[in-house]
């Protein structure tokens, strides 16, 4: 494989790896949100905060890997990552907390 096709290849996989890590980060601010109720204001002051942290990620991942080059391709494979991480595991571990929520609840 030609050694600009193998940074692409990289350069994909660490694009859909970011989209996991800004997903699970998210998952904590929602488990913190599950555990300690917020009203709206708290919650989006917390959200607009993510995104910030999301976007200077992004952005850090493209200044480093790709020499600051925006490509879609790039920022699809973040948004796949985030989608893919959201349908597989995020629904199953809440649907799980949820269940120990309830139980938690009952043994008190």
């Known amino acids: 494989m030609s050694p600009y096709l193998t940074l692409e290849v990289r350069l994909v996989g660490m694009s859909t ?7 699970a980060s998210y998952d904590f601010l929602r488990l ?3 555990f300690v109720p917020h009203g709206r204001l708290w919650t989006g002051i917390e959200d607009f905060f993510y ?3 999301a976007a200077v ?3 850090l991942l493209l200044f480093y890997e790709n020499s600051g ?3 879609a391709y790039i920022i699809a494979c973040v948004f ?3 989608i893919f991480y959201d349908k597989i595991i995020s629904r199953n571990v809440f649907q799980l907390l949820k269940k120990l929520k309830k139980w938690y609840k009952i043994k008190r």
């Open 57 to 59: 990620m992004t952005f």
């Open 69 to 71: 080059i925006v490509r």
């Open 32 to 34: 913190f949100r599950f």
């Open 17 to 23: 790896v970011l989209g996991f890590i800004l997903m």
């Open 80 to 82: 796949f990552g985030m």
């Open 51 to 53: 995104w910030i942290y």
